[in-house]
């Protein structure tokens, strides 16, 4: 069992990419469903004030460091995270490792035609991949019993739901029981990358944990939501004095 390291009471998995993946096949060997979340700043920061979001990340099977914040927050408080696992590349290297295996992949989310084009791209990609179906993001509750027959009519054993946190995390843990699948894995923004309509930061900028600065450039409109960073920021910083003087050390 790998290590879980606390971040604002988020347990994170304490794994590198290759740990993960392997982690993940392991999961689609097993008979249950397994939830996996990609933790970034924004979500701990969600988490600390909705308890259902809370709640369900208690109940995930693995939880990996997606964002350069939270492995930051695990190292100042000199605890051993070993490495970033974005969410994107965990799913670029889980869906090279399952073209050589029986892994089929459904993908649900995005705007209308992006899973369309996500798949197309992954077809490209990583030749002999299954993807078996695809649903955007914007169904009602009135479609989600059609939604959960295709997903289980597909033969589907990995569903991968980009609808944005907390709504992936909350409608994965709620539905997943009802899916003949292995693995559930909510995935932000992925499907928009793959399909090209969102670029990624070049890898330095990725490398100099500047990734949020390329998201806001890019994306302006995501201002107010990556207020959450700073605020996480110092929470973490609270949160370590708070502890040091509650042991004497201040
Ligand atoms: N989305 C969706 N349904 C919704 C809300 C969002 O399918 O009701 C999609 C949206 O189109 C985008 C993804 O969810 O593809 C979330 O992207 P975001 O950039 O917010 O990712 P995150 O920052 O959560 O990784």
Known sequence: MQKKISVLDVMIDAVTMSEAVSILEQYMSEPKAHLIATANAEMVMMAQQDKELA?????????????AGVVWAARYNGLHMPERVAGYDLVQQFLAAGAKKDYRFFLLGGAPGVAEKAKAAAEFRYPGVQIVGTQNGFFTKDNEKELLDRVNASGANVLLAALGIPRQEKWLYKNMRELNI?????????????????????????????????????QPQRALRMLALPHFVIKVMAQKTLDKSKLGIL
């Open 55 to 67: 709640e369900v990340l208690r109940a995930a099977d693995l939880i990996v460091p997606d964002g």
């Open 182 to 218: 292995s693995l559930a894995i909510g995935v932000g923004g992925t499907f928009d990358v793959m399909a090209g309509t969102v670029k990624r930061a070049p890898l330095w900028m990725q490398q100099a944990n500047l990734e949020w600065l390329f998201r806001l450039v890019r």
